[in-house]
């Protein structure tokens, strides 16, 4: 074969070679972005532009309006609300690992929860928070560090609080906007001291006391229906074990596990400082 006739075929064939590289390339990306289009990511999506929005217009807005804007942004997330719809919430929590494995859980049935957060662990674990709060589950609080609150007086409360939003808003740029009270006790003080709902739960799992996947499962498919908040802690392996297995039976049977703030709001509940919910059909309004 004459010399310029073979490096015109070698460089031919390098051209061929490139060009199946280039369709192979398209064909891969087009079934990640088919694959990948199937799943539903509002809340992250309307996140990131509410986010961008308030910040460009940030020098225009008070702090308190640029709160409330942020979430007129934030387009909720697809729920079908005439399923039947139970909120998961995880306590005592972030915890490194644990937090971000419920979190993808959640993610793959599409479904969301609320994570009542102790300021402590949220200081010590802001990369969790992050997480939590990037996959559009809800961030509410737990006190600081998990004092009962009916026994430190007013001014105890209030620091506990406040000690928390310092942590946990440095994170997501702002106070929560509901708090567990630990081991749900409270009073007419703690009711008149913190600015916001108290959320308690109609089905305790006993996650933190038998520490069994089994135990935690069955107690949730045994007793679980509409309006309920069910308590857990993601603190606890046996209980990240426990939510990777039940989320898939109750996809089957067709519940939405959803945020206590999604469940109040598809039930119609406007909740203010001194309520406390127990669950979508009991709530103790304040007096
Ligand atoms: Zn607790």
New binding site residues.
Partial sequence: MPRNRRRRKRRWRKGRCAAMLAVAILIVAGVVFFVRGGATKYTSINDGLGESLVKANESAIDTSTGKDLKKSLYVPRKIDTSKPMIAFTF??GPKKGNTTRVVKALEKYDYRATF?M?GLSAATYPDEVKTVLKSGNEISG??WN?PQLTKIGASGVASQITRMNNAISKVTNSDVGLV?P??GAYNDMVRATIDAPLVLWSIDTLDWKTRNVDATVNNILKNAKDGDIVLM?DIHIQTVEAVEKVLPQLKEKGYEVCTVSELLEAKKIKAEKGDVIISAHQIIKKK
């Fill in positions: 306590d005592d009542f102790l737990h006190s998990h567990r630990p081991y802690h």
